[in-house]
């Protein structure tokens, strides 16, 4: 089935689906719903968290104190210590008997991050991720391969049940085993995936080799989180297999995917304000800043049973974006996030993300979308190094002066964004390493 032919089915759903009714409300209901929904939080966090109560104690708030969502910023902020402090079961505000689901987080080092639901909180989740399916114009003839991983990770049990919620037919395929996902793809006939980028840039790449090109599949979109991705990236997906490339935000401290997800017209992401109330801080000083000022996330859920969040610091920069958006949705959006600050890292003095460098490289048309950063130091000197696969005809060319143009095209790219003078290896397709779910994009060896 060729893309340029498919039946209405397929078309775009209307987005005024009643699923979506939330999406629409006039800003003023939604103010209502959001500072009902807190008060009822903050009664139900302080009276079940020693944790928030103490807080709230020692700041003099008592619940009664919360009107509105105006309130909000008389309480601390909440961060991932104080998970990792209270861990497993602190920050619970059910007992485990109304408690249907854990997860944890991977965590890098030392105690996992561990949240909690109640059936309660499964629907919201269930309700927001069909949301966000939704608003992608996807519906329940679909056909939804989900290819994060499941388990204690949220993605994969997160999209699942969205997936199902909407009525859709879901592919439970997990993480991995790449080949089997391209068969599968094909011979089921999955209209949408859900993965992280760069495992679906993987999945391309194989295809490729396998002699199947996407592009004559009927797979036309893809759900696509869980790390760091820039505009440039989208392009080359979209590009190399003809469906449509969609953000899905969120993290397990707040519910797992779908706290935000990007509409049709893939301009930002709408935050499902109705249950994650947004603010934007200034990450130095905690200063509350305005729409459309950029700084840090901070995120409180409004109907999470289980496991409240007053006021999270996500680490996540962004803006809340002020123009409404054409799709016709109330509920706000915030900038595509390109930048955690766990991310950043610092080279001679100078703060360097890794997707500034991604959308430099890729603004090169010879470069592909797989690319390495490795960080050394010699003679006390920090080194940065991109290492990045070009197309096998540049790799390949026996002109010198045309490989080292190419080179110095991408070092002034990069040059260009983060004002260092950066050393580019240029690579054969295929050899850097691929990733089946969260890519690594940066290699500090400066520590070792
Ligand atoms: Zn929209």
Redesign the pocket.
């Known amino acids: 089935m060729n893309k340029q032919n498919l039946p209405d089915r397929y078309a775009p759903n209307t987005p005024f689906h009643p699923a979506s009714f939330a999406d629409f409300l006039p800003t003023e209901q939604l103010r209502q719903i959001q500072s009902q929904r807190l008060r009822h939080t903050v009664r139900r966090a302080y009276e079940h968290v020693r944790f928030y109560r103490d807080r709230m104690d020692k700041r003099g708030l008592t619940p009664e104190d919360i009107r509105s969502v105006e309130d909000i910023s008389k309480f601390s902020f909440t961060v991932k210590n104080d998970l990792r402090d209270t861990y497993p079961f602190g920050l619970f505000a059910s007992p485990m008997e109304e408690i249907v689901r854990l997860h944890a987080s991977s965590g890098t080092t030392g105690k996992p991050i561990v949240v909690a639901y109640t059936q309660q909180d499964i629907e919201v989740w269930k309700e927001v991720v069909k949301r966000a399916f939704l ?1 992608y114009g996807l519906h329940r003839r679909d056909i939804i391969q989900v290819a994060y991983g499941y388990g204690l990770f949220t993605g994969g049990l997160g999209a699942h049940y969205g997936a199902e919620a909407l009525g859709a037919t879901v592919i439970p395929i997990s993480g991995g085993n790449t080949e089997r996902q391209i068969m599968l793809m094909r011979d089921f006939g999955a209209t949408a995936i859900c993965c992280t980028p760069s495992y679906f840039l993987h999945l391309i790449g194989r295809a490729e080799e396998m002699g199947i090109d996407l592009h004559d599949l009927p797979i036309r979109a893809g759900a696509f989180g869980a790390e760091p991705w820039t505009d440039e990236m989208r392009q080359r997906i979209e590009e190399s297999s003809g469906i449509k490339a969609y953000n899905i935000y969120g993290l397990s401290e707040i519910i797992g995917p779908g706290v935000a997800a990007e ?1 049709h ?1 893939q ?1 930002g992401l ?1 935050i499902f304000e109705d249950h994650f109330y947004p603010e934007i801080i200034n990450p130095d000083t905690g200063e509350v800043l305005p729409d459309g000022t950029p700084g840090e996330l901070v995120l409180t859920t409004l109907s999470k049973e289980a496991m409240p969040m007053l006021r999270y610091r996500t680490r996540d920069l962004t803006m809340i974006m002020t123009e409404p ?3 016709g ?1 109330t509920i706000r ?1 915030i900038r595509r996030i390109v930048a955690r600050s766990d991310d950043m890292f610092i080279i001679r003095g100078v703060n360097v993300f890794p997707s500034q460098i991604e959308a430099a490289l890729l603004s090169i048309k010879e470069a592909l979308p797989h690319y390495q950063i490795v960080l050394t130091r010699e003679k006390g000197l920090d080194q940065i190094e991109v290492q990045i696969e070009v197309s096998s005809e540049s790799a390949n060319d026996d002109r010198v002066r045309v490989v080292e143009d190419l080179r110095d095209r991408i070092a002034m790219a990069i040059k260009e964004t983060i004002n260092i003078r950066v050393k580019v290896t240029l690579k054969q397709p295929n050899t850097l390493p691929r990733s089946e779910g969260k890519i690594q994009r940066v290699i500090d060896q400066r520590q070792l």
């Open positions: 608003a509409c017209c301009e709408h958006c054409a799709c949705r959006r």
